[in-house]
């Protein structure tokens, strides 16, 4: 069953077309996401996804329940966690979470034992009493997110949840939303890190300047659209470009570096190593890395 | 622009109301001080420095001490301070810094709730600062009662309409450092021109024109007709420029707010 259904949806300012008629579609207990560069277009679709920002074309059910006519009852039934800090800093933690349990209507009483579970869940259980300022950022996202659960949702959406995080904390969250998954929450997130959307996600967009360029699950796109492994070869000099020249491979020149992506096998590596040379070469699996910037091209977006 | 709907107002709005009332009431004794000790500082530099120059006045076919002529414009200055600072500088923090009104919008709130309630949390603190002020005022013997007790819905009426202006001020300016010029050109001519702290007939007939289009004024009138026991049919006319105005400025301010935030 679907979640959310996003059909041809389109968000224009002036003459920027932020999003382009982008569907898709959410099933119930999946994680998706939505992959792309900064300014792909991907916190305009999650804000259009709850109301913050109006769309200019398009269909969006969520819940079965067509956001313009039941946009309440829509947002009492998903949590979102922004990619900006928006907890309240007049507020302590435990009192972020019960305070925010207000604007949903649910009980001091159930909001209090919510709270409490929610602290427990991503320790922050001693923390309780402390203001939102003296917070590392690793903490004021997992605040985030609890908050973001507060109301028991039935989806939860993340805008780049992880980013700005260092590893712990990053491993931490990703934990956490993988153990929420288990329990059967469905979650749409948007990301530029591809360990991220590899480790959480069943099946992902990539979006780039408003438009969907592939869907699909990440490890069959990747072994489609790339290979199984990439051969990278460092400060490749002539006879290693002669070498592939009568290989039929796919290669890929980025001037000081060379990238041969392989779909079955490492014979090819194996002669190179053998024959020509083996300092700089490095075989390893083809990811989600690689389709993406195959995908959305290298060059710097900001 | 778009206007909001009654229907689009729930009574989620005092949520917001009472996330305000929640941050204030951790700190009530410290901002319960300046409406309990302003009007006594007030009181002894007009009471006792300025009165000795001005003695008394004429005012309504009474003769009255100055501090007691000033005692309901006191009031009514701190009904127009405590709301219109609240939706300028308190409500632009809140909006812009602390990105408080992102996180309520993903909440089952809507933006038009998440403005009124933050109007109606700026009318009440002009209910809090008026009522206490008042006590302090009532114990010198300065105001007249019952109809001193008229304050209370002229403090959430005068404090609607100020509010209204300030996030107004909110929704139009780019930066904060901007709210000094509405409180340059309205807030401190009012202060000082709206029959605060001399009869309105003390000015030239053009300014006494003018005049009558500043809130404050109608506001004084009114705090100080009720406070002192000045009963007129032009206090009627005040009320209505004080209703209607506010019945306008409190959707436009909605209006506008909804036009800056949502993009």
Redesign the interface.
């Known amino acids: 069953m679907d979640i959310v259904q996003v059909e041809s949806l389109r968000k224009t300012y002036g003459d920027l077309h932020a999003v382009k008629d982008i569907s898709f579609n959410v099933r119930k207990g999946e994680c998706f996401g939505l992959l792309g560069p900064n300014g792909a277009g991907k916190t305009t679709t999650i804000r259009m996804l709850y109301g913050y920002t109006p769309r200019d074309a398009g269909k969006l059910t969520l819940f079965g329940l067509d956001i313009d006519d039941d946009i309440r009852e829509i947002k009492r039934r998903i949590g979102i966690c922004q990619q900006e800090d928006s907890l309240d800093p007049d507020l302590s933690v435990l009192e972020n979470l019960v305070g925010y349990a207000r604007y949903f209507s649910i009980s001091k009483q159930r909001s209090v034992q919510r709270a409490a579970e929610l602290l427990e869940f991503f320790a922050l259980q001693s923390r309780a009493s402390d203001k939102i300022a003296i917070l590392s950022g690793g903490l004021k996202r997992r605040l985030m997110l609890a908050r973001a659960l507060v109301n028991d949702p039935e989806l939860l959406i993340l805008d780049e949840p992880t980013t700005g995080l260092d590893p712990q904390s990053r491993q931490l969250l990703w934990e956490k939303l993988a153990a929420l998954k288990r329990r059967g929450l469905s979650i749409l997130l948007t990301t530029h890190y591809m360990e991220e959307a590899e480790r959480l996600c069943d099946r992902l967009v990539i979006v780039d300047h408003g438009e969907i360029l592939v869907e699909g699950k990440p490890s069959n796109l990747v072994r489609e659209r790339v290979g199984h492994s990439v051969l990278e070869i460092a400060e490749p000099d002539q006879k290693v470009r002669d070498f592939l020249a009568a290989e039929t491979c796919r290669v890929e020149d980025l001037g000081n570096r060379l990238l041969v992506y392989l779909d079955d096998g490492d014979q090819l590596f194996l002669k190179l190593t053998r024959e020509v040379r083996t300092e700089g070469c490095t075989l390893r699996p083809a990811g989600l890395e690689d389709l993406f910037l195959k995908l959305t091209g290298r060059e710097l977006r900001e | 622009m778009i206007w909001p709907r009654p229907a689009q107002i729930s009574r ?1 709005t005092l ?1 917001v109301w ?2 305000n009332f ?2 204030y009431s951790r700190t009530w004794k410290i901002s319960f001080l300046p409406p309990l000790l302003e009007p006594l500082l007030y009181i002894l530099a007009f009471g006792v420095g300025l009165a000795v120059m001005v003695g008394e006045l004429q005012y309504g076919g009474r003769v009255l001490s100055y501090t007691v002529f000033i005692a309901p414009a006191l009031v009514s200055v701190a009904i127009m301070y405590n709301a219109f600072f609240e939706t300028t500088y308190n409500s632009f923090v809140r909006m812009y810094w ?3 009104y ?9 933006l038009e709730e998440i403005i009124l309630g933050e109007m109606l949390w700026a009318a009440t603190k002009s209910l809090i600062a008026a009522t206490l002020m008042s006590i302090v005022i009532s114990l010198c013997g300065l105001f007249e009662f019952p109809g001193a007790l008229m304050l209370i819905p002229l403090a959430l009426l005068g404090g609607l309409l100020f509010a209204a202006l300030g996030m107004i001020c909110t929704a139009l300016v780019p930066g904060i450092e901007m709210f000094n010029l509405p409180i340059f050109l309205g807030v401190t001519p009012m202060f000082l021109f709206s029959g605060t702290f001399f009869p309105l007939q003390n000015l030239p007939g053009w300014a006494q024109a003018v005049a009558q289009l500043l809130p404050l004024t109608h506001l004084v009138a009114l705090v100080r007709g009720c406070s002192l026991h000045f009963w007129s049919g032009t206090l009627w006319l005040s009320l209505l420029y004080l209703l209607m105005a506010t019945a306008v400025l409190l959707p436009l301010a909605i209006a506008l707010m909804v036009r800056r935030i ?2």
């Open positions: 989620r949520r009472q996330r929640t941050v602390q990105k408080t992102d996180a309520l919008l993903a909440t089952p709130l809507n949502v993009k």
